[in-house]
T-cell receptor, first 114, second 115 residues
Framework: KAGVTQTPRYLIKTRGQQVTLSCSPI?????VSWYQQTPGQGLQFLFE???????NKGNFPGRFSGRQFSNSRSEMNVSTLELGDSALYLC?????????????FGPGTRLTVT | DQQVKQNSPSLSVQEGRISILNCDYT??????FLWYKKYPAEGPTFLIS?????DKNEDGRFTVFLNKSAKHLSLHIVPSQPGDSAVYFC??????????????FGQGTTLQVKP
């Protein structure tokens, strides 16, 4: 079974631009969560989608948004990029979001904002 | 406000010895705690979890202990192997959030196991 894939793997953007990251979950998984990882902060929860609906949201500004498509693929968008948005963005998928720990993470997208 | 804290950024142990990774939390409402392991250039992988109603869970070389009165949990790896060298994240979930994907992570501890 193929794992969670994220594209692109690396991205360099300029302050003020916007960016869209993509996540393809494991086949059959309907829940996709997004996390931001920065040095010293660990992983911080952005949002979670299940069956195209956002079920949970973390404490991030409205510049961070996401969506999920009918095939469970998910995208996250960051508008008006700031230097502090430089981070590793990870997505995780699970069958239903249930079963604590049953989340499978992708390798992440490394975003650098200059 | 960091609800889950891993106060040791790094830990170095000798192969064959015990590795103990620690995690403290502030929210007494957390209902599940988890440990993830992360290798460079890979996403975190689930290692072991424990429900808040238990005080110990064991899986092979990995054991997690939960001390609710101290709001502290620890991961024991015995015996440690060089392949265990990775970043270890402690995570917790709130009631009602465990099935919506939301986990609250600590900052991570880098474990180095020396041959």
């Amino acid at each position: 079974k193929a794992g969670v894939t994220q594209t692109p793997r690396y991205l360099i953007k300029t302050r003020g631009q916007q960016v869209t990251l993509s996540c393809s979950p494991i086949s059959g998984h309907r829940s996709v969560s997004w996390y931001q990882q920065t040095p010293g902060q660990g992983l911080q929860f952005l949002f979670e989608y299940f069956s195209e609906t956002q079920r949970n949201k973390g404490n991030f500004p409205g510049r961070f948004s996401g969506r999920q498509f009918s095939n469970s693929r998910s995208e996250m968008n960051v508008s008006t990029l700031e230097l502090g948005d430089s981070a590793l963005y990870l997505c995780a998928s699970s069958y239903s979001g249930q079963g604590v720990g049953e989340q499978y993470f992708g390798p992440g997208t490394r975003l650098t904002v200059t | 406000d960091q609800q889950v804290k891993q106060n040791s950024p790094s830990l170095s142990v000798q192969e064959g010895r015990i590795s103990i990774l620690n995690c403290d939390y502030t929210n007494s409402m957390f209902d599940y705690f988890l440990w993830y392991k992360k290798y460079p250039a890979e996403g975190p992988t689930f290692l072991i979890s424990i429900s808040s109603i238990k005080d110990k869970n064991e899986d092979g070389r990995f054991t997690v202990f939960l001390n609710k009165s101290a709001k502290h949990l620890s991961l024991h790896i015995v015996p440690s192997q060089p392949g265990d060298s990775a970043v270890y994240f402690c995570a917790a979930s709130e009631p009602g959030s465990s099935n919506t994907g939301k986990l609250i992570f600590g900052q991570g501890t880098t474990l180095q196991v020396k041959p």
